[in-house]
Structure formats: C-alpha cells, structure tokens
C-alpha cells in the first residue's frame, strides 16, 4: 500500500494515480450513488480540479484504492470559489445554501471533497487505515500551505471516524438530504493537526510524493 499526496500542478508526474482516482469516482459517485455529474464515461473531473488543489490517494498493487480532494478556501478562478460557498451563491444545483454559520474566505481553511473509497479492496486486518491515510495526507499537504482547519461536507458517520483518528471535529447544525443517494449530509469542520496519524503517512509516503511536497513547500516560501 502507498500513500501519493500531490498538487495538481504535479499530477502529470502521477499520471497513473490522477487517472485512477477520476475513474474511481466515476465508479463511486455517478454508476453507484447515482450522482448526476459530467463525466466523459471513463473519469469524473470537475471544476475544483485545478490549480492550487492538493490530493491524498492510496493505492495497493498500483491500484487507486481510496482519495480526496482538498483546496483553499481563498482560491477562485474568477467564478468558482469552492464547493459549499457556490452552492451557497446558487451555483450548484441541489446543494443549498446555509449549511455553514460562516463561509471561509482564507487559506486558514481548506475545504475536502470527492473522498471515495473502493470498499471491495479494503485491508480487512486494518479497519479504516485507507481513509486514516487519506486524511493525514491532506493534512500533511494543506497545512505546509498554511491551512489550520479543515471542512466537509460528508455523511454523517464520517465525524466520529475522524473522532476515532484522534482529530477535533466540530460539526454545522444544518443537514441536508441529498435527493441522487438518499443519504443525510452534513458539514464539519477539523483541526488540520499535522502531528495526528503523520507516523503512518511517512511509512506509505510514496518516495515521488516526498520530492513533490518538498518542491510545493519551496514554492510556497
């Protein structure tokens, strides 16, 4: 098992893990929970794949096993921003507005999404370990760009998991039901401690993500 956390200005020297994570939640998000995104029947990309966005992938045997998504909170490319405000401002369709007390503007906080997982290949003799890898690694990434919180917007029984990882979380009070799966969404916010679970992120810490986080830190400076 490998840990691959990188920029999307590094994805082409992760070429295959990228590819696999798009196709992965194509799989995941639009022929299983029925989500209704554009894809091109292969991948799912959207667009909060972009510049200034930092991705957490875990593969075994060179397969895209679990991933997500993080970016800052002050980035926009002129019309997006990120996630949970554009819904806010009426700009995606079935995810209202509310949902946040208070919309982030700076990178203090980062906003997380597109976490999959394919549960079929999970490490049954470590229970969670893929998405406890997954969460170390945007923390590693995000906080070396500044960010000291991170925000989801997730089912529910993501909180207590990230509880269970030993992470501060604390939870929006407004829900809502998503009408693609059916299941309860609601947004929380975390603590983007990099000392939490980072031992197990350097021992899958793939040796090219080391080089790309060094390069991103040296760009950051």
Known sequence: MQLHVFSFEHRRAFEAVYSGFLAL????LVDELGWGLVHDGHFEQDQYDRTGAVYSIVTQGGRVIAGA???????????WTYMLQDARDGKIPGIPGGLLNDYPETNLTWECTRFVMDETRADQAHPSIETKLVVAGLCRAAFGLGASELMSLSPQGLGPLLRRFGYQIRREAARYNCEDDG?????FRM????????Y???????????????EELKGAA
């Open 183 to 187: 299941r309860q969404y609601r947004a």
């Open 200 to 214: 197990l992120a350097a021992r899958y810490l793939s040796p090219g993500s080391a080089t790309a986080l060094r």
């Open 25 to 28: 939640r194509k799989l995941k």
């Open 69 to 79: 998504r993080a970016a800052s909170c002050a980035g926009n490319d002129g019309y």
């Open 191 to 198: 603590e983007c401690d990099p000392g939490v679970n980072q």
